[in-house]
Nanobody, 119 residues
Framework: QQQLVESGGESVQVGGSLTLSCAAR?????VAWFRQAPGKEREGLAR???????YYADSVKGRFTISRDDAKNTVYLHMTRLKPEDTAMYYC????????????????WGQGTQVTVSS
């Protein structure tokens, strides 16, 4: 059974904003967002632990905000000032060991939600 389900991806204009949601089946200490564009490696974007300590990749720092609502077992990624290079499949991931932007830390992955940014 799927542990993580992403939603909220859609097509937006350059400079627009979008909020992605990651609904989890239960509590996870650390949740992260990744993205993968065609032909590229999966890239870690942001992670948050249960102390609400957030960490961002330089590529999204200042534009993206990760947050969590533990009452809803949901983690959000609010994205602003979107650029064409933000076009990708976005995934959330949950882990129980370490909390960082390395995909190897995460045991559970969602199916992804597509974000397309066009001019």
């Amino acid at each position: 059974q799927q542990q993580l389900v992403e939603s909220g991806g859609e097509s937006v204009q350059v400079g627009g904003s979008l909020t992605l949601s990651c609904a989890a089946r239960g509590y996870y200490w650390c949740v992260a967002w990744f993205r993968q564009a065609p032909g590229k490696e999966r890239e870690g974007l942001a992670r948050i632990n249960d102390d609400d300590d957030a960490y961002y990749a330089d590529s999204v720092k200042g534009r993206f905000t990760i947050s969590r609502d533990d009452a809803k077992n949901t983690v959000y990624l609010h994205m602003t000032r979107l650029k064409p290079e933000d076009t990708a499949m976005y995934y959330c991931a949950a882990g129980t060991s370490a909390c960082g932007l390395d995909r190897r830390f995460y045991e559970y992955w969602g199916q992804g939600t597509q974000v397309t940014v066009s001019s």
